[in-house]
């Protein structure tokens, strides 16, 4: 038995994001849609944000910790993109770790 892809994808670019991390992990944990994956492309940071997502992959399998080099938010989110499991459907990105409130449709093409 296959499992069918989530309906959206989180994406969270975080480049030494270890002071707003808990809130933006929390926020999209606890969104109304709860049929998603939150993907944390990590671009090279110098803090502890790995660690801190990794304790949050304990508690929620949905979180996916992907690390690269530091690349620049557009390098961040077209990885995650390229990643994402929702396939077709719309997919989401936290733009900037902090506010809760900034999230944006992203439409595929």
Known sequence: MTSSP?????LVPAFNAARYIDETLESART????DLEILVIDDGS???TSDLIRR?????????LISQANGGVSSARNRG????????????IRTTCGR???WKPV???
């Open 107 to 109: 439409k595929r093409v």
């Open 31 to 34: 969104q109304t849609i709860s």
């Open 81 to 92: 993109l390229r990643e994402a499991k929702a396939g077709t459907s719309p997919s989401w």
């Open 100 to 102: 809760p409130t900034s």
């Open 6 to 10: 989530p309906l959206v994808t989180v």
């Open 56 to 64: 949050w992959q304990e508690k929620d399998l949905r979180i996916r």
């Open 46 to 48: 110098k803090d502890e």
